[in-house]
Structure formats: structure tokens, C-alpha cells
């Protein structure tokens, strides 16, 4: 069942927050929170955000993996020209997209479906169209199926406790060309958490041309329904601090299976992990790891805990560098945009009845 509203101010108002419109970091709070002054402030958070750090804020949409269940993960064979890459940033299905080397892949894609079936028409549609060439004329691509309703941690955001630690034992970070100290982790620390950041409900309610009490009804509404969380800041790369890796891992748990899901909940370096069937691996995750030698070290920390518990492992280590694209927004706001279409759609044809 769809959690998207059908009333057409509420999807104005999805599709405004979604984007960030509206969605202001509150430098006063931020400043009364951690006891800074408010142009040390203003400058710690204009920094993070120019050196790409963290996202700006948006009002992120819950209701996603509802209205998309079917996680589909795609190695493909598929040229590297500014035609793919366009189709890539374009097409409203594509959530990620890494450049690779693995067998005849070169590329591995992040895209979200309704269903298989759903999943073979998009398929079909982007080569009849020209968008990718035909079968014939690249290796043939593999795909792995996931439920969206198998995740069981959900925490993009968790590898901001990885910076902190780096930072304690260093005593210092650096990251994008960004010195990063004490206060920009506190800083970051809260946007990342949604703390000082507010919707500007009098901005929405000019645009939409309605009250401000009906504009803050409206996404209290939303929220206590499960469509969108509470606004808050992002990584860049989504799953994984800047500069770090996102290791993509399918596991084999042979034993010990509730002891490890326990540590994964807390473990610091997995931001999300799905319960999965896919021959013999049985869990899905998206690691955080500074380099190999860490991924490693995590994998040697649990097989000493818990002897024999892995079996076979399939490992995908994606760099920074490689990243074509990370844009959940853009799969959000096409789910919530064809709903207005499709609402725009039906209004127009009541109308042609009554005339």
C-alpha cells in the first residue's frame, strides 16, 4: 500500500522539502547548542559545505522504499561516454553509479524498482531507446535482487563516529582539503543528526500560498505517517564519510547468525545491512572502512570472536574516486513527481467530464 498522499498541497509540500527548499541550517541554535559564537558558526558550516563535507539539508523521503521495494544491483558492461553518464544522472530509478574493473564489468549500479517485472520493462525501454547498446554489443550484465523489507539497519550516517575516533587518536583530520577540528565535528556531529536545522514553514506557506499553521499541520502529518524523517544533513557519498571506502559485502553466516546481526546493529562501520537469500550468502551490507587493511581488521575481529562464522564472501570495494553518482534525492522526488502527474492527469480529465 502506498504511503504517498494523494492531496495535491501535501505533494507540493513533499516535493519542496524533499529538494531542500525551505530547509534552513539554524546557525542561532547551532551556536546556542554548542556554546559557540555565531560567526565562528556561520563559518565552520559555509566550510563543511563548500569542501563537500556534508550535504545541505533536506527533509529525507521515508516513504521510499515503500513505494520502490525491489533493490536491484547491477554489474554491467556499458561504454563510459557522456551518453551513459547522462542517461545515469538522468533516469529517476538510479539511486548510485561506480566505475569498477571485475570480469567484463566496468561499471556497478544502485537502482530502486517496484518490482522484477517492473525492473525488466525499465530494462527493456533503456535499450530500445538507445540509452544503453543493444545485448549484443556488450557482455551481458549481473544482477542481484534484494527486498527492501530485509533491511535491518538503516544508518547512513553512523561513519561520522569513524571520524571522531580517527580523530581522537590522531589528533587531527583532514578531509577534502578541509583541517577538520573539535568544533566541525560537534557541528557535524548535529547536522548529520538533524539538530540545528529547521523547515521554514512562513517561506513554504508564501510559496504555496497558504497559512503557516497549515504548512506546519501538513508535515507534522507526513512525518507521523512515515513518508519523510525529520530534515537533516548527508554525507556526499550517502553511505560512507568522505574519503573513506563503501565495501559492498554479500556474506555467508554459517554460525553464531543472531550474535552477529547484534554486533552489526552497533558496529560502527556498516551503515546498512540487509537479511537476504542469494545462494549461499544470506546478509547484505554497506561497510565504512578507512582502507583494506581496516576492512581486514574488521573481518579478523569477528571470525576471533565467533570461529567459522563466515563462509564465502563476495566483496566490491568502491572509492571515492570512482563514484560516477550518489542521488538518492533524485529517485525520491521522481517518485514524487509522477504522483503530482499523475494527480494533474486525472483532475484534468474530472474536468473534461463536467465540461
Wanted: with cysteine.
Amino acid at each position: 500500500m502506498s504511503l504517498l498522499p494523494d492531496d495535491p498541497l501535501d505533494l507540493k509540500l513533499l516535493e519542496n522539502i524533499c529538494s531542500g527548499y525551505g530547509v534552513e541550517i539554524n546557525i542561532a541554535s547551532l551556536s546556542r547548542q554548542l556554546k559557540k559564537h555565531r560567526r565562528t558558526i556561520r563559518e565552520r558550516v559555509n566550510a563543511l559545505l563548500s569542501k563537500k563535507v556534508v550535504d545541505r539539508p533536506v527533509a529525507p523521503f521515508k516513504a521510499l522504499f515503500n513505494e520502490l521495494p525491489l533493490l536491484v544491483i547491477s554489474y554491467a558492461d556499458l561504454p563510459y561516454d557522456e551518453k551513459v553518464i547522462e542517461w545515469l544522472r538522468e533516469d529517476e530509478n538510479i539511486f548510485a553509479a561506480y566505475r569498477i574493473r571485475e570480469g567484463e564489468s566496468n561499471m556497478v549500479i544502485f537502482e530502486f524498482h517496484k518490482s522484477v517485472w517492473d525492473y525488466h520493462v525499465w530494462r527493456e525501454g533503456i535499450v530500445a531507446s538507445g540509452k544503453i547498446p543493444e545485448r549484443g554489443k556488450r557482455a551481458p550484465s549481473h544482477n542481484y535482487y534484494f527486498s527492501n523489507q530485509g533491511i535491518f539497519k538503516y544508518e547512513p550516517s553512523v561513519g561520522i563516529k569513524l571520524i571522531e575516533e580517527e580523530f581522537k587518536k590522531k589528533g587531527y583530520m583532514e578531509i577534502n582539503e578541509h583541517k577538520i577540528d573539535e568544533v566541525d565535528i560537534e557541528i557535524l556531529k548535529c547536522l548529520l543528526k538533524g539538530e540545528g536545522i529547521r523547515i521554514n514553514e512562513n517561506l513554504l506557506a508564501k510559496k504555496l500560498n497558504v497559512s503557516r499553521r497549515t504548512i506546519l499541520k501538513r508535515i507534522q502529518r507526513l512525518q507521523e505517517r512515515g513518508v519523510i524523517l525529520k530534515p537533516l544533513c548527508r554525507f556526499p557519498n550517502f553511505f560512507v564519510p568522505p574519503n573513506f571506502l563503501l565495501i559492498l559485502s554479500m556474506i555467508e553466516v554459517r554460525g553464531y547468525k543472531s550474535k552477529i546481526i547484534e554486533e552489526i546493529l552497533a558496529d560502527n562501520h556498516i551503515s546498512l545491512a540487509y537479511h537476504i537469500s542469494n545462494g549461499r550468502y544470506n546478509l547484505l551490507l554497506f561497510q565504512n572502512h578507512k582502507d583494506i587493511e581496516d576492512y581486514l581488521t574488521w573481518e579478523d575481529s569477528y571470525t576471533s570472536k565467533y570461529p567459522e562464522c563466515f563462509g564465502s564472501i563476495k566483496l566490491t570495494i568502491l572509492s571515492p574516486k570512482m563514484t560516477i553518482l550518489i542521488d538518492q534525492q533524485k529517485v525520491s522526488l521522481g517518485i514524487i513527481r509522477s504522483k503530482i502527474e499523475e494527480r494533474s492527469g486525472k483532475s484534468s480529465s474530472n474536468l473534461r467530464l463536467l465540461l
